[in-house]
């Protein structure tokens, strides 16, 4: 017992760690708000139709254009918002 009593008491002692320097950084940032883009719209199909007839294959279109327009607005929203940031 007097040994571990000995062996314990040559133990180096803990040290403290040093605290962390903590910086607080605030950022602000002014931006304009952009135009939302506008709804996207989709026709459905005609379900009593094959997928290939006339009324089908002009909707499949109507949706790709719709579609296309959709991307290009939200690219302009984008763009404008990269251009304020200044990428």
């Known amino acids: ?7 314990c ?6 040290t403290e760690l040093p605290k962390p320097q903590v910086q607080i950084i605030e950022v ?3 931006l304009e708000k952009c135009p939302r883009p506008g ?3 989709v026709y ?5 139709e094959h997928i290939g007839s006339a009324e089908n294959t002009r909707r499949q279109r109507l ?11 939200r690219d302009a ?3 404008c918002y990269e251009a304020q940031a200044g990428k």
């Open 77 to 79: 929203v984008i763009d």
């Open 44 to 48: 459905p199909l005609v379900e009593v």
């Open 39 to 41: 709804p996207y719209e």
């Open 28 to 30: 602000e940032a002014k």
């Open 9 to 14: 008491s040559c133990a180096p002692k803990a």
């Open 63 to 73: 949706n790709v254009m719709s579609l296309t327009d959709a991307v290009e607005e």
């Open 1 to 7: 017992m007097f040994i571990l009593l000995i062996l």
